[in-house]
């Protein structure tokens, strides 16, 4: 993640520096349109980080591995499925905690079901995705993308489990 | 009425700052993971916008038309998944992109496999997910996403619109100028 981060500000300054050589009025209209459309979703993406933070301080991993076990059944599907869908945890501590999970009793569905709703799933970004996608596709695609999970859930249980 | 905008983070923070009050610990563990998310934003969402402003004046429309726009075809969609794989960062850092591309004349499906991409494709994350998971678990999960992107953005273009599509269109152009 880190060394993805160093390459893509390295990349962005070496073209801004491009930029600004070939014109100089051209790139402070592109920077202003950058700062714009960053200050357009900054309110939500505070509130939304401090509320996941909220969240996932009052989830215990514990809990969580009982509740999501081999033999959880649908409630621990559900679960899965709805912590999954709300929550917005960065992959470098999503897979890490999956892994710790599996390996305190949590079954492969389930935590496939997790992953795979944690990425393709936003509740919590519904403001800042309508902003851009409207209302009504943002519902469509979040749904979509729900019903989808569970297929990629179950198939990966019944290869791998 | 631009400060209006900041009510909702206010209240947010007052009450992670209640909880705070109510018991500490829980309290800094929420700002810990909150501070790790911000800094997950920090490592890649400000050159990602930085990127969109210098596309959105220096590329012009029909270089992009051309590579991804209606007639773009099957090279259209697989520039597009490599596109959203090649991303990093959540799932939010890409509706911006997503914006500039349907204003500058990329095919509403397309867009769509973009983002579907980005959201659970990452090639970066790919390598994480080995590393946590293992190779069995990651590769039979980019096997079924691979195709189930593409069959969700047909569905999800289905479901649009041409109408909504236009609209939705229309807005993210206003949006990003």
């Known amino acids: ?161 | 009425m631009k400060a209006k905008r900041y009510v909702f983070p206010l209240l947010m923070a007052a009450v992670v700052s209640a909880v705070f009050a109510v018991d500490n610990q829980v309290g800094r563990n929420a700002l810990s993971i909150t501070g790790s998310s911000f800094l997950e934003m920090l490592s890649v969402i400000p050159p990602i916008f930085i990127l969109l402003g210098l596309l959105d004046v220096w590329i012009p429309r029909e270089k992009i038309t051309k590579h991804l726009g209606e007639e773009s075809g099957i090279k259209g969609i697989s520039l597009s998944f490599l596109l959203g794989a090649a991303a990093a960062g959540p799932l939010y850092g890409a509706f911006p992109i997503a914006a500039v591309f349907m204003k500058k004349g990329v095919k509403f499906s397309n867009v769509l496999i973009f983002v579907g991409a980005w959201s659970t494709t990452k090639i970066p994350m790919f390598m994480f997910e080995m590393g946590s998971l293992g190779a069995g678990f990651a590769l039979l999960r980019l096997a079924i996403n691979i195709p189930g992107i593409l069959l969700m953005a047909i569905i999800l273009e289905r479901i649009t619109g041409k109408e909504s599509i236009d609209a939705i269109c229309a807005q993210a152009a206003s949006i990003s100028e």
């Open chain 1, 1 to 161: 993640m880190t060394v993805y981060s160093i390459v893509i500000y390295f990349i962005t300054g070496s073209l801004l520096v491009i930029s600004l050589i070939a014109s100089r009025k051209k790139t402070l209209m592109a920077l202003e349109k950058a700062w714009r459309s960053f200050e357009g979703i900054l309110p939500e993406l505070i509130a939304i980080l401090l509320f996941v933070g909220l969240l996932i301080a009052l989830l215990n991993p514990e809990t969580i591995s009982q509740l999501l076990g081999e033999s959880s059944g649908v409630w621990g599907l559900l679960i899965a499925s709805v912590v999954g869908s709300i929550t917005l945890i960065p992959g470098f501590v999503a897979f890490p905690t999956a892994a710790m999970l599996l390996n305190n009793g949590a079954g492969i569905t389930q935590i496939a079901l997790f992953i795979s709703t944690l990425m393709m799933v936003g509740v919590v970004t519904f403001p800042v995705e309508k902003k851009y996608f409207g209302t009504k596709l943002t519902i469509v695609r979040n749904v979509v993308a729900f019903g989808f999970s569970f297929i990629v859930a179950g198939l990966m249980g019944v290869v791998l489990g």
